[in-house]
Nanobody, 124 residues
Framework: QVQLIESGGGSVQVGDSLRLSCAASGRSFATYSMGWFRQAPGKEREFVATVSQRGGSTYYASSVQGRFTISRDNAKNTVFLQMNSLKPEDTAVYYC?????????????????WGQGTQVTVSS
């Protein structure tokens, strides 16, 4: 497993942008596909985006398609989530996750490494 630490969350207004980062420890980071999930109060954790081992393939939830961009820098063991045009419904704790099997999955149980999360709050 890799150890993951998210950062970059905060409180913003509708239409603002935020960039989340997830720093990974361990030399195997580049072999993992990476994903972002989020969980709002009273709701189940939901898929946001995923990126392949080398960053060439990405996949997004329909709710964030066109507004969010996932990327990674394997030299820095970091994955990013650029979030633009934020909406109140984007308010949640955001988690990054790693899948050693590079499935680029939207299913949480396929990921075996998780960060502790970072809070994003969007106010109208």
């Amino acid at each position: 497993q890799v150890q993951l630490i998210e950062s970059g969350g905060g409180s913003v207004q509708v239409g603002d942008s935020l960039r989340l980062s997830c720093a990974a420890s361990g030399r195997s980071f580049a072999t993992y596909s990476m994903g972002w999930f989020r969980q709002a109060p009273g709701k189940e954790r939901e898929f946001v985006a995923t990126v392949s081992q080398r960053g060439g393939s990405t996949y997004y939830a329909s709710s964030v398609q066109g507004r969010f961009t996932i990327s990674r820098d394997n030299a820095k063991n970091t994955v990013f989530l650029q979030m633009n045009s934020l909406k109140p419904e984007d308010t949640a704790v955001y988690y990054c996750a790693g899948d050693p099997d590079d499935r680029r999955s939207f299913i949480a149980v396929d990921y075996n490494s998780w960060g502790q999360g970072t809070q994003v709050t969007v106010s109208s």
